[in-house]
């Protein structure tokens, strides 16, 4: 039996002064958004459909070496009731700019 895909959508706001991008490696590979200029923003759809420890990054230059990177947990069970505007998601005050 195929696991269920669970898309996770991801807004991501660029409030730097160079260029930055999100790359996520869920269960079914990796997806990435382009390249987001400064002041702007970009939706990435992840399939997370699967309980395990995911890498995020910023796969541009030495962005990912330079702290731009991190981990998202999926765990098994939980509530599929998706977050309402103004909810805050974990991680949301992280500090490495997304």
Request: hydrophobic fraction near 35%.
């Amino acid at each position: 039996m195929q696991p269920p895909v669970r898309l996770v959508d991801f807004e991501v706001a660029n409030a730097g002064e160079i260029g930055h991008a999100l790359e996520v490696e869920g269960p079914s590979g990796e997806v990435e958004t382009e390249e987001i200029e400064p002041g702007d923003s970009a939706t990435l759809k992840a399939d997370l459909g699967e309980p395990g420890r995911y890498k995020w990054y910023c796969p541009i230059a030495d962005h990912e070496d330079r702290g731009m990177v991190g981990e998202i947990v999926v765990a098994a069970g939980g509530s599929d009731r998706p977050l309402e505007d103004g909810d805050a998601g974990p991680g949301a005050d992280g500090p490495a700019g997304y």
